[in-house]
């Protein structure tokens, strides 16, 4: 792959690469290593990709998932405070949400493995439940089953800080 294609294959695919691995490690550092470690994979001789098997979406996903468990299993870092540019909102306002946010986030990252992988990879990436089972290498069926027990175990999750919001306002 010529250095021009490949600059260009990268900017199309980092941010979602590394919002992926950010959610599954918890941490800005190690999703940067992860999705870095991606595109090394992919340069390496040898390297797995076959676009007859699959797209290279799903395949670069699928790396950058075994990247962030093996991470996990070294025992990852813990989720660390979005930045964001102020957007004329109140202070208040702005507390509130970025309370919200690590709040799900630690929600999220708090769930079973398969659970939280399907939840990110369905949600926040808005992937085909096709695609997530490739890259889980499991059954749409066992996609499906595991995105309800995540939004149930969210549910109860954060039921108590809904409850606790309404009672706020």
Known sequence: ?????????????????????????????????????????????????????????TYLFGVVRNQ??????????????????????????EVLRTELERTVARAVTRLPEGQREALILA????????DIARIMDIEVTAVKSRLQRARANLKETLAAYATGARTKS
């Not at 962030?68 to 004329?88: C, D, F, M, P, V």
């Not at 949600?123 to 096709?130: F, R």
């Open 1 to 57: 792959m010529d250095p021009e294609a490949f600059l260009q294959f990268f900017d199309e695919h980092h941010a979602p690469l590394f919002r992926f691995a950010y959610r599954m490690t918890g941490s800005v550092a190690d999703a940067e290593d992860v999705v870095q470690e991606c595109f090394l994979q992919l340069l390496r001789p040898g390297c797995s990709y076959d676009p007859k098997r699959t797209p290279i979406r």
């Open 68 to 93: 962030s468990l093996k991470r996990a299993g070294q025992g990852g870092t813990a989720i660390e405070g979005n930045q964001h540019a102020w957007n004329g909102r109140s202070p208040e306002g």
């Open 123 to 130: 949600h926040y990436e808005q992937m085909p439940l096709a």
